[in-house]
């Protein structure tokens, strides 16, 4: 059974980093994935995918500012962030970034806030 585990959010100053991890477990390789987040009230949007080519892709609001990578060895997925703003809060959640979705995890929260 597919399981998708989130972490790595948490309470950030505007300005501030973090670093998130999506932990693939029943799946064999994570060459395709996303990174999505939802803010209350807000749809559940992508904001940023690593294709099986190593391209990454990053929706207009977040780009130059988050950055997707994964480590094949270690199945997992990461989205750095910098320049964080307080309307990046929102739960962000790993899945793939089109097609059959996996279940989703939990989220992991992140709230920018002074």
């Known amino acids: 059974q597919v399981q998708l585990v989130e972490s790595g959010g948490g309470l950030v100053q505007p300005g501030g980093s973090l670093r998130l991890s999506c932990t693939a477990q029943g799946i064999g390789f994570i060459n395709y994935m996303g990174w999505y987040r939802q803010a209350p009230g807000n749809k559940r949007e992508l904001v940023a995918a690593i294709l099986n080519s190593g391209e990454t892709n990053y929706v207009d609001s977040v780009k130059d500012r988050f950055f997707i990578a994964r480590n094949n060895a270690r199945n997992t997925v990461y989205l750095q962030m910098t320049r964080l703003k307080p309307e990046d809060t929102a739960v962000y959640y790993c899945?793939?970034?089109?097609?059959?979705?996996?279940?989703w995890g939990q989220g992991t929260q992140v709230t920018v806030s002074s």
């Open positions: 899945n793939m970034p089109s097609g059959s979705l996996y279940p």
